[in-house]
């Protein structure tokens, strides 16, 4: 099983339309990340979480909300999708300490027509 | 719309080479380094990861370079294999002030290993 597991995988999506993309974690850590790849510009941060209920911006967080309700999930949310949304998501668990670890689901690819 | 092709550094090795993969970091208020690496079709991989107290640090086959004077961090992989094969980011964090633990990606440079 993932620790780190993203759903969907893959989405085509209309303009306009409202999508959430699912981030769920089995390793217990606090800390929680949703990036956007493109290609040529590595990954840019979206939002980011410390702890349940805590939400905080990114580089680019315009026209993405997310939503922490669990330690466990984190969820990201497009409220009208527009086509240079279209990316590869990443949502990523970090415990940084003596021991780091950091880990990233497989990502989501989003496609916006 | 359709991708553009990607602008990513390039590295090129044969098997068995040393490989350095170079990043410039941009915020002089950055304490913690974490190296990734990245295949194709799957997300990033967390490989080490350095503090700003330490100027190197090795683990299996990699060692991370810091130089703080400069904000450039370097990766190092000995005797390279074709599994090494990825993209390879830096990301730099700060652990204290407004930007508390705001993870940030470099660009990423792409490692091919030729057999």
């Known amino acids: 099983d993932a620790d780190v597991t993203q759903t969907p995988r893959n989405r085509i999506t209309k303009t306009g339309k409202r999508i959430m993309l699912e981030c769920s974690q089995t390793?217990?850590?606090?800390?929680m990340y949703w990036y956007r790849q493109d290609p040529g510009l590595g990954l840019r941060l979206i939002y980011y979480?410390?702890?349940?209920?805590?939400?905080n911006k990114g580089e680019i967080s315009d026209g993405y909300s997310v939503s922490r309700q669990a330690q466990a999930k984190f969820s990201l949310s497009l409220e009208s999708a527009i086509p240079n949304q279209t990316a590869l998501y990443f949502c990523?668990?970090?415990?940084?300490?003596?021991?780091?670890?950091?880990?990233f689901g497989q990502g989501t690819r989003l496609t916006v027509v | 719309g359709e991708s553009v092709g990607l602008h990513l550094p390039t590295l090129s090795v044969q098997e068995g080479d040393n490989s350095i993969i170079n990043c410039a970091y941009s915020?002089?208020?950055?304490?913690?380094f974490i190296w990734y690496k990245q295949e194709s079709g799957k997300g990033p991989q967390f490989i080490i990861d350095i503090r700003s107290n330490m100027d190197k640090r090795q683990g299996q086959r990699v060692t991370v370079l810091l130089n703080k004077t400069v904000k450039h961090l370097s990766l190092q992989i000995a005797a390279t294999q074709p599994g090494d094969s990825a993209v390879y980011f830096c990301?730099?964090?700060?652990?204290?002030?407004?930007?508390?633990?705001?993870?940030?990606f470099g660009q990423g440079t792409i490692l091919t290993v030729h057999p």
């Open positions: 990523a668990v970090i415990r940084q300490g003596a021991n780091t670890e950091a880990f």
């Open positions: 915020n002089s208020a950055s304490d913690y």
């Open positions: 390793k217990g850590h606090d800390r």
């Open positions: 990301a730099e964090n700060i652990s204290g002030g407004t930007s508390y633990g705001k993870l940030t």
């Open positions: 979480s410390f702890d349940v209920k805590d939400i």
